[in-house]
């Protein structure tokens, strides 16, 4: 199904548990700032809206997205979180360095999230340009940080519900 005319955000706040007692680390890039600012908006409002407490949701920081799981593996090995949303932009330039980054970062997250056993979200856009990762940080396409979080939200519940 194509997404060109969705809006891959919209979502029931019924279906979704609360998030009243889980612990976030939502760790965002700083490269592509506009973008993953935007990204990171969401996903913090959105958890807000989930019932999280502000306290219970720590924003830090990398310099890219290459960064994201080496912060991730911090974060996981403090055990102070249920979960890491790593928020970033990949845009597509005129070399291959675009598939380096994102094919090591998707890869970087999975394992980080299989070695701790604990939800690390992929929220990496990954665009050919600007302009789609505009659509995808709060433009007709909803925002990705919306979509994160609520991806975080499940799995610690999924966490929960097999012990």
Known sequence: ???????????NPAEIPSA???RFAVLVA??????????????VKTLIECRAKKENIAILY????????????????SGNYDAVICLGCII????RHFDFI??????????????????????????????????RAGGKLGNKGVEAALTAIRMIELKKQLR
């Open 20 to 22: 009243e007692n889980f």
């Open 102 to 135: 994102a094919q090591a970062v998707a890869i970087g997250l999975t394992n980080i999230s299989i070695q701790y056993n604990l939800p690390v979200i992929f929220g990496v856009l990954t665009t050919d340009n600007m302009f789609q990762a505009s659509e």
């Open 92 to 95: 597509q330039g005129e070399t």
């Open 1 to 11: 199904m194509s997404t060109a005319n969705h809006n891959l955000s919209l979502y």
């Open 62 to 77: 990398v310099p890219g997205s290459f960064e994201l799981s080496g912060g991730a593996a911090m974060i996981a090995s």
């Open 30 to 43: 700083d490269w592509n700032k506009e973008i993953t600012s935007a990204l990171c908006d969401g996903a």
